[in-house]
């Protein structure tokens, strides 16, 4: 055990301890007394700051670590499970792939250009800290309502938020406008393809958007870089942006809820240098190839305080630093600040000693600041000094291992919804499908997202094989014959009606999306986005989440291997849906293999591969059509569960489109999730001017909606050749997949008969208006088209 | 024959632009830092997109002042072959190879898609081996390709026959609705009064294999090459 040198200073400005402070600093009585206890005398203030950051939930994972721990982690391809900056797989080649999912959802509510610009910056930090190159991004995005719905207050009922006001509505535009401008803006300057993803609207997300960056990276299986400190006198080099007084508790920030006067946390939030850091990118990546870096790892939440105590407590040494040595870019700044401080687009790193001068002469080059701030000590504590004072001196472990873990109390909780479907409701009496499915098509989680996606550069490094707007999005791998698929999916609704089956269907989702290029789902990283832990119905569901998405990733092969906990979503006192993102990484061996999600051509056979293993009563389909957007968007209301999931059917559904992918024999896949069936087909339709003619059959007693528009997970449309049907029926089958044939491409009209009745029909081009540019129209934005003036031509 | 692309703090398609000389073209192909006189006997010189010094202030308003872009100034001025891409165009135009200016697009947005551009003069060593008025499905990516001059000399680049891509609909129609950007005349590259040296806001270098949805921009590479070869 360390012993505790008596010389230590209390920090010049420090107050005396009291109550007061540390409430202010997150943290409660019993977390004091404990502080006193590691330490064995009162903290500096300086110490209690670095406490109250280590501590917050943000860092510390303090009320959700025992949870995490029943997800898997393992397979033989996870080089690196949670715990680094990035889960790392190994995907052939000598490549390895590290990835990463992170939230940046309180920064985003509170300055939504820098908080989302941050994020991004952020979870590419995680990626490039690794050694790994990133190559594409996604974002999985939340916001209140953008526009009126048919019933907004029995929406508003649902979720306990009160009706939607135009007022709300402008705030909700406005979150998302600076929201999709902040990513942009950062990913397309560092240079890094941004591949989609999802937006999603619902009431409950109007006070606590969700923002969600997922990134994916590219290292040399045996050039991998860990957050590790080693060798006892190594120098700590401090390089990258000088700090200043920004984001200084941000962590904790991010572990409270939004109370009135919360946006004067603004000052809270970080800006972001894209610029900057794609010089870092460089430099770090040129610098790893001089072989004189030991371990490095970026400065993110807690800044210089994370990057110390845990590069050394993984490393088993301690790490002494020295305030004066850090570049400042503000006058004045305490040892405090500088250990809180949250500046973005900094690095630390430990280098072999001696060997210093080929790191600095790299970061030179590169026009960044380098500077050594301390060295590697044996005895595991972290100590910092102030003009050569001691004003920290803390054993590692008390920050990271023996930072409090709760288990907090759980209470079993249900939705405030009907079980079953309502008596008022009725299906199968109006005959106005067709006009339903175009206001389907042009809702807002459904309509093309066109206008967000086209803000970003989704072409940058000439990898990307399938971009926005796909189930998935596909980089090749320049070198080799191999591409990389990567989806994100999360369906808040179907976790608030049931938390264990909706997570189980966002890691289903998200590998049936990667699924249906070809490629293998093999590795999977998860956001989770909750309520306030210390309410027990949050902290139930939260570990209902937790067992639903470790059955889906064990049944799918899909380990997690790493991720992020974001807590306290809560805004005066409402909480989110509980909203578990998952992004699901697969591997595509032959990337000319890869299958396109639309129509090719007229005259294929359309099919519908299915993963359910037998069709479900009508009692149990109206059960289920609740859950639906259907019944959110056209009906106003919400009951019932989610769709029911199979994984062992699932699983050979995601094998039978690998199969099917690498025989050739398909000329399109899509996933049919939102909308259900017919959007689905109508989606395959758009930008190909091809139609579809299409023809279902309804069991018994079960209405047109419920078979156009049900959400049943596990289903594929899929179009290929016609004499390729008979071999797709036979591999289907022996995977235990049916392979349902629905009809035909056919020249531009979009046809469907239920038992030989035709419920739905209009030109292809009538859906696609519906569709296309809907997004802009519910925000009042022009074209960029109606912009351009016709005549510019004036000196 | 050996290809140069540029290299400034925020370049970001400059590994692009050297795959698809290196790689899809076959040529020899360096980079060159912009802190560097020497363009290593380079006979064409590629200004790539990117964010050159971050962009913060004009976009290409500091890149014009590094060591290397007086070593390019003096190469095109005698005649060498300089194609500067999206960033490149911009910066062209601020060190003054090139004359205008690119604004912010007129939606104020950031594009990134695929547009359609028609080429109106195959007499460029960028352009020899299209045809005139062949239309060239290729993608763009900038905030600022919202070309501008003066009326005086948008006269003089059309008597020169100086603008050698304008933006247009897939069927080849200069039209508004196929000017994504608000440039004037649907101005989407232009050249400089010897023709050797060249700016355009698309990427043909991200449209140069077939698997990335379109070949049409290696008729750029490929012109090149032809037109090196033969001199």
């Given at each position: 055990m360390v012993t505790h040198s008596?010389?230590?200073?209390?920090?010049?400005?420090?107050?005396?301890?009291?109550a007061d402070l540390i409430e202010q600093h997150g943290l409660t009585p019993d977390e004091y007394e404990k502080i006193v206890r590691i330490l064995g005398r009162e903290p500096s203030l300086t110490e209690l700051g670095i406490f109250s950051v280590m501590w917050s939930e943000h860092c510390s994972?303090?009320?959700?670590r025992v949870h995490l721990k029943r997800l898997p982690t393992h397979?033989?391809?996870?080089?690196q499970g949670p715990g680094e900056n990035a889960g790392i797989i190994d995907i052939g080649d000598g490549w390895a792939c590290a990835f990463k999912i992170e939230s940046h959802n309180h920064p985003s509510f509170l300055e939504p250009f820098q908080g989302a610009a941050t994020g991004v910056g952020g979870i590419l930090r995680d990626i490039f800290t690794m050694g790994a190159r990133p190559i594409a991004v996604m974002d999985s995005l939340r916001f209140g309502d953008i526009a009126r719905r048919g019933k907004p207050n029995e929406i508003g009922k649902v979720t306990g938020y009160g009706a939607v006001d135009e007022k709300a509505i402008h705030k909700n535009h406005s979150l998302l406008e600076g929201v999709v401008s902040g990513i942009a803006s950062y990913g397309n300057c560092f240079g890094v393809p941004n591949l989609g993803g999802e937006t999603k609207f619902e009431?409950?997300?109007?006070?606590n958007p969700l923002v969600n960056a997922f990134a994916l990276g590219i290292v040399r299986r045996d050039e991998i870089f860990y957050a590790r400190a080693a060798g006892v006198g190594n120098p700590v080099i401090y390089v990258g942006a000088k700090t200043g007084?920004?984001?200084?508790h941000g962590a904790t920030m991010a572990s409270e809820e939004f109370r009135?006067?919360?946006?004067?946390?603004?000052?809270n939030v970080q800006v972001g240098d894209p610029f900057l850091e794609k010089l870092l990118l460089e430099a770090c990546l040129e610098a790893m190839?001089?072989?004189?870096?030991v371990g490095i790892q970026d400065?993110?939440?807690?800044g210089l305080t994370c990057s110390t105590c845990e590069m050394g407590a993984r490393g088993g040494v301690g790490i002494e630093i020295e305030m004066d040595s850090v570049p400042q870019r503000?006058?004045?700044?305490t040892a405090y600040e500088i250990m809180l401080s949250e500046s973005q687009e900094r690095m630390l790193l430990v280098a072999e000693k001696g060997r210093e001068d080929e790191v600095f002469r790299v970061f030179e080059k590169w026009g960044l600041d380098a500077f050594t701030i301390g060295h590697v000590t044996a005895d595991g504590v972290m100590r910092v000094r102030e003009h050569g004072e001691l004003v920290a001196e803390i054993p590692n472990t008390a920050l990271t291992d023996e930072a409090p873990v709760y288990r907090r109390p759980m209470q079993p909780w249900q939705a405030d919804?009907?079980?079953?479907?309502?008596?008022h409701v009725s299906l199968?009496?109006?005959?106005e499908l067709t006009a339903a499915l175009k206001r389907l098509l042009a809702s807002p989680n459904i309509c093309e997202k066109r206008w967000i996606t086209e803000?970003?550069?989704?072409?940058?490094?000439?990898?990307?094989?399938a971009g926005p707007g796909a189930d998935a999005g596909l980089v090749r791998i320049k070198g080799t014959d191999r591409a990389l698929g990567m989806a994100v999916d999360g369906n808040g609704r179907w976790c608030y009606l049931d938390p264990k089956l909706g997570a189980s269907h966002a890691v289903a989702e998200a590998a049936r999306n990667v699924a249906c290029t070809g490629a293998v789902p093999v590795a999977a990283t998860n956001c989770l986005n909750f309520g306030n832990p210390e309410k027990p119905h949050v902290m139930w569901k939260f570990s209902q989440v937790i067992d639903g998405l470790a059955a889906a990733c064990e049944a799918l092969g899909t380990p997690i291997t790493g991720g992020n906990v974001s807590l306290y979503n809560e805004t005066l006192g409402e909480g989110i849906y509980p909203t578990p993102v998952v992004g699901v990484v697969g591997i595509l061996?032959?990337?000319?293999a890869a299958v396109q999600p639309?129509?090719?051509?007229?005259g294929c056979e359309i099919m519908l591969l299915t993963a359910a293993p037998a069709a479900a009563s009508a009692d149990a389909l109206k059960n289920e059509f609740g859950s639906s957007e259907y019944a959110r968007e056209i009906l106003g209301e919400l009951w019932g569960s989610p769709p029911g999931l199979d994984l062992h059917q699932e699983a050979a559904l995601h094998r039978c489109m690998a199969e099917l992918g690498s025989r050739r024999v398909l000329r399109s896949a899509h996933d049919c999730s939102d909308g259900g069936l017919a959007v689905a087909l109508a989606e395959c339709c758009f930008g190909t001017r091809v139609g579809a003619s299409v023809a279902l059959h309804a069991g018994a007693g079960i209405a047109p909606e419920l078979v156009l528009f049900g959400e049943d997970a596990g289903r594929i449309v899929i179009s290929c050749d016609p004499d390729r049907s008979e071999e797709i029926k036979k591999v289907a089958h022996q995977h235990g997949i049916a392979a349902i044939p629905l009809g035909k491409t056919v020249p531009e009209q979009f046809t469907v008969a239920i038992d030989r009745h035709t419920v739905v029909s209009a030109p292809v081009s009538e859906l696609e208006s519906a569709w296309a540019r809907s997004l802009e129209r519910m925000l009042h934005v022009e074209t960029e088209e109606r912009l351009v003036p016709n005549v510019v031509q004036r000196s | 024959m050996k290809f140069g692309v540029v290299v400034f703090p925020?370049?970001?398609c400059d590994h692009d632009a050297y795959h698809v000389l290196g790689?899809?073209?076959r040529q020899p192909v360096t980079f060159l830092w912009?802190?560097?006189?020497?363009?290593?006997?380079?006979?064409a010189i590629i200004i790539p997109g990117g964010f050159a010094f971050?962009?913060?202030?004009?976009?290409?308003a500091i890149a014009r002042f590094s060591p290397v872009m007086q070593a390019v100034s003096k190469f095109a001025r005698s005649g060498g072959l300089v194609l500067g891409i999206c960033n490149g165009f911009q910066v062209l135009c601020e060190a003054g190879l090139l004359p205008g200016a690119l604004m912010r697009n007129a939606g104020l947005k950031f594009i990134c898609k695929f547009v359609h551009v028609r080429v109106?003069?195959?007499?460029?060593p960028y352009t020899q081996a299209c045809a005139r008025g062949e239309v060239l499905r290729v993608p763009i990516a900038h905030m600022e390709g919202n070309y501008f001059c003066d009326e005086p000399m948008h006269a003089r680049l059309q008597r020169e026959e100086r603008i050698i891509f304008r933006y247009c609909d897939a069927e080849g129609r200069a039209t508004a609705e196929g000017n994504?950007?608000?440039a004037l005349d649907n101005i989407a590259g232009i050249c400089n009064e010897g023709r050797n040296v060249l700016g355009l806001m698309p990427h043909p270098e991200r449209a140069?294999?077939?698997?990335?949805?379109?070949?049409?921009?290696f008729r750029v590479f490929e012109s090149l090459v032809g037109a090196m070869a033969r001199q």
């Open positions: 008596p010389t230590v200073a209390r920090a010049p400005e420090a107050a005396a301890i009291t994972y303090k009320s959700s397979s033989p391809r996870v080089v009431p409950c997300y109007a006070g007084r920004d984001g200084i009135e006067g919360s946006e004067q946390k603004r000052p190839q001089t072989g004189a870096i400065m993110g939440a807690a503000e006058t004045g700044m919804v009907p079980r079953q479907m309502p008596a199968g009496e109006k005959q803000q970003y550069d989704s072409m940058v490094q000439t990898n990307t094989l061996d032959d990337a000319s639309k129509f090719q051509e007229v | 925020g370049s970001n790689t899809v073209a912009h802190e560097s006189h020497d363009l290593q006997n380079c006979d971050g962009d913060y202030l004009r976009t290409g109106e003069s195959t007499d460029t994504p950007n608000g140069s294999e077939a698997e990335l949805g379109s070949m049409d921009g």
